[in-house]
C-alpha cells in the first residue's frame, strides 16, 4: 500500500534510531554514517520493495524529515545529526511516519527536558535560567528591543542535551503505531 512503510523499513529504521540514541548518550553526537546509512537503506528499501512510488514517498519523507528539524538547526537548538537522523526517519517511515516520529520526539523531548531540567536544579545545584531570562526581559521592556543572554556554563540551560534519545522514543512509538 502507497505511503506505509514495510515491516522491513520500519526494523531498519528502529536499528539505525536506537543505535544513534546510544552513539548520542555517550558522546552528544549523532555520526554521520548511522544517519547517512538510514537514508541509503530508507531509498534502497522503498525502490526495491515499492517501485518508484514508493522511492517518492521515501524521498518525500527524506524532505520532510529534513524540514522539520532544519529551524531548529537553524536557531541552533539542535544539532546538525539530529536533523540527518530525522532524515533517515524519513526515508525510511515516509511523510506520515516521520511526522508522526517526530510529533512523538518533540513531546517526549520535552518531558525528558523537563525533568532533567528539574533533577539538575534540585539536585546538582545547577544554576536556574530564571535570572538570565529577567535579564532579557529587562532589556526587552526597557530599550523596545531583543536581547539575547547566552547560558552560563554552570546553567541548566547550557548543558547539550541527547535529542537522538527523543528521536528514536518517537520512531518506535510511529514505526508500531497502526496504519
Known sequence: MAGTPSIVAAYIALFIVWAAAWVDLRTRRI??????????????????LGGAEGLMQSLAGLGLGTVLLLPGYL??????GDV?????????????GVLLAF???????????IGYALMAWRLKGARSPFERYGQMLRYLFTTGRVSYVPPAADEIMGQRFA???????????????PA
Open 163 to 177: 535529542f537522538g534519545v527523543p528521536i528514536a522514543i518517537g520512531t518506535t512509538f510511529a514505526a508500531l503505531w
Open 84 to 96: 540527518k537522523l530525522t532524515a533517515a526517519v524519513g526515508a525510511l517511515l515516509g511523510p506520515k
Open 75 to 80: 536557531l541552533r537548538s539542535t544539532g546538525a
Open 31 to 48: 555520526p554521520n554514517p548511522i544517519s547517512l546509512a538510514g537514508i541509503g537503506l530508507g531509498l534502497l528499501t522503498a525502490l526495491e
Open 103 to 113: 510529533v512523538a520526539a518533540i513531546l517526549t523531548g520535552a518531558l525528558i527536558g
